[in-house]
């Protein structure tokens, strides 16, 4: 069965750091592309990174560009992205997603990311 | 590529026919997603590449459009498929997703 598993969410100080991961199985992770995608609370998703599965490119939102860095371990099965400078906008469930080609079949369950003092 | 969506809610019957609509920013070809989403869990995906019924999703769920215009049908509307709808376009980066459709009981 395919699987996503994020981990790392919690509360974080603005202008914080926060480290998440999500763990993958049940497919061959470095065949194909991820993306985080974020959903504050009451709206809608917001895509905001992606990395191939050769770790070659990633691709970032303009909201986050330059304060998050998306990586991949494909030895681990396991995608990252780390956030810098977070800002309370940032507050959001964050989901890791598999591609298919040109759209997310499979989303994790997410974790949820506060920031406040 | 900016995503709207229409209507931004409905309510409707059990039995009824559903239709929402998606219009892109620019052209998009056919790189459209239809999810759906219940309260508390991830986006299910429905519908891809604009009228590619994703796998284990009913018949009753249905995409078309090209270009700049898309539609989600639902022909006979369930008591399970009360939830918000979102389309996506994944044409090019950042992939976009449209604000929603919430369809609840009437």
């Known amino acids: ?3 996503l598993l994020e981990s790392g969410g919690g509360l974080a100080q603005p202008g914080g750091s926060r480290r998440l991961s999500c763990a993958a199985s049940g497919f061959t992770f470095n065949t194909y592309a991820m993306s985080w995608v974020r959903q ?3 709206r809608g998703p917001e895509w905001v990174s992606a990395i191939s599965g050769n770790t070659e490119d990633t691709y970032y939102a ?3 560009k330059g304060r998050f860095t998306i990586s991949r371990d494909n030895s681990k099965n396991t995608l990252y ?3 810098t400078s ?3 906008e940032d507050t959001a469930l964050y989901y890791c997603a598999k591609h298919y080609y040109d759209v997310f079949d499979v ?3 997410g974790t949820m990311v506060t920031v406040s003092s | 590529i900016q995503l709207t969506q229409s209507p931004s809610s409905l309510s409707a019957s059990v039995g009824d026919r559903v239709t929402i609509t998606c219009r892109a920013s620019q052209g998009i070809r056919s790189y459209l997603a239809w ?3 219940k309260p508390g869990i991830a986006p299910k995906l429905l519908i891809y590449a604009a009228s590619t019924l994703q796998s284990g999703v009913p018949s009753r769920f249905s995409g078309s459009g090209s270009g700049t215009d898309f539609t989600l049908t639902i022909s006979s509307l369930q008591p399970e498929d009360f939830a918000t709808y979102y389309c996506q376009q994944l044409e090019s980066y950042p992939f976009t997703f449209g604000p ?3 369809v609840d009981i009437k």
């Open chain 2, 100 to 102: 929603g459709t919430k």
């Open chain 1, 40 to 42: 504050a609370p009451g």
């Open chain 2, 35 to 37: 999810y759906q989403q």
């Open chain 1, 107 to 109: 989303w994790g369950q």
């Open chain 1, 1 to 3: 069965e395919v699987q």
């Open chain 1, 81 to 83: 992205l780390e956030m």
């Open chain 1, 62 to 64: 303009d909201s986050v």
């Open chain 1, 86 to 88: 977070v800002r309370a």
